[in-house]
């Protein structure tokens, strides 16, 4: 499972999975239950992909400070979620030493241990390499029928510019040189 198709919902609890994209939000499922609802696209949602934690010099991405967490998995499942501030922040701190604990709150990181160990046996924390090829490839794909797209369109727009220029000449008061068609011959009957 991709860490694109995984959202976090505004006054929900817990992650959801999209199962579906509707005319006016999602189908999600919930990973702790499985239970499916709809989410409105007016509700505040959070797709793990674009969620970065702070950091001094740079921003980390989730699946990036998740990595972080995996390599050091025993620390991770052992901490509490529930333990004082000063423990949460010395273990995020030993994941990630770069972040920015004034930026970042003692529930962010509450939240960060509790979705890691719902995360844990169902997603792959590495890069999504075939995913980028993927997308790389439907990329071009698309560039190349916009350009056929456009070479098609050029033709009528051709045969619209000499039209134009016809209507230009006449309103100028030239006629516009016209082909000469040769007279038909009339059939004698006999």
């Known amino acids: 499972m991709s860490f694109k198709k995984i959202m976090a919902i505004s ?32 509700q505040k949602i959070s797709i793990l992909e674009d969620v970065s934690i702070y950091g001094k010099t740079d921003d980390m991405p989730l699946r990036k400070v998740m990595q972080m ?21 010395s273990f995020l701190t030993t994941v990630f030493p770069d972040n920015d604990g004034e930026r970042i709150y003692p529930s962010d990181i509450k939240k960060l241990i509790q979705w890691y160990r719902l995360l844990k046996d169902k997603v792959s924390f590495e890069d999504d390499k075939e995913e980028t090829i993927t997308e790389e490839v439907k990329s071009e794909s698309t560039e190349t029928k916009a350009e056929e797209t456009k070479v098609d369109s050029e033709a009528p727009k051709k045969a619209s510019s000499k039209k134009k220029d016809e209507s230009a000449a006449e309103k100028d008061g030239d006629q516009p040189v016209k082909e000469k068609k040769a007279p038909r011959k009339k059939k004698t009957e006999e």
């Open 11 to 42: 006054g929900t609890g817990g992650l959801f999975k999209v199962v579906a994209q509707t005319k006016n939000g999602f189908i999600v499922e919930s990973m702790q239950d499985g239970k499916r609802s709809a989410v409105s696209s007016y």
């Open 69 to 89: 967490m995996d390599e050091k998995a025993e620390a991770s499942l052992a901490m509490n979620p529930k333990a004082s501030s000063a423990e949460l922040q």
